[in-house]
């Protein structure tokens, strides 16, 4: 993920917190740290990646976060390792079942929901996972697989499942998933945190 300093760190949260409210201030920190269980997971997620790079303090904080981000991601139904590349402005709408590999690497202002899956492949005996762009929606129960490229500002439809590239303002819909219109993720994002919010 690439938080390094305290600054970046307080960036991402940020980004984060606004995708979830459309504020930043220290009382939606609060409520959604509170409430969210979505916003909760991301914030010890980002803390656990900004302290694992620590020369000390990855032996006294980084345990304690990666221990908040476990439990909050058993009880909400997420995997998805600290170091995975996500960007800024990450959302997760519901809780249940949300898988995202390790090596995957998600842009920003990306909406995830429930059920959604972003897996890996194994092709010619390497492994293949997707990269996800900026201002992406992934509905219910949809799985992007394999070495792929989702394009920016995409929509992919619930249930789909996503195993061929997807180019920019893309909507997709299927099994196997198709393009159904090129009107992009339009109000699907909510709230994009562009650096100046």
Known sequence: MGITTKAELDEFIRADLFRYSGRTGIMALRKYKRCSG?????????????????????????????????????????????????????HIAHFGCLVIHADAVLGENVSLSHGVTIGQTIKDGKPQTPVIGNNVYIAPGAKIIGGITVGNNVAVGANAVVTHDVPDNAVVAGVPARIISCKGAGDYVINPYNGTN
């Open 38 to 90: 979505g916003f909760r997971f991301t914030y010890y997620m980002r803390k656990c990646a900004y302290y694992r790079q620590k020369r000390f303090l990855k032996y006294i904080l980084f345990p304690y976060y990666k221990i908040k981000k476990n439990k909050t991601g058993q009880k909400n139904g997420f995997d998805i390792y600290e170091n995975t590349s996500i960007g800024k402005g990450l």
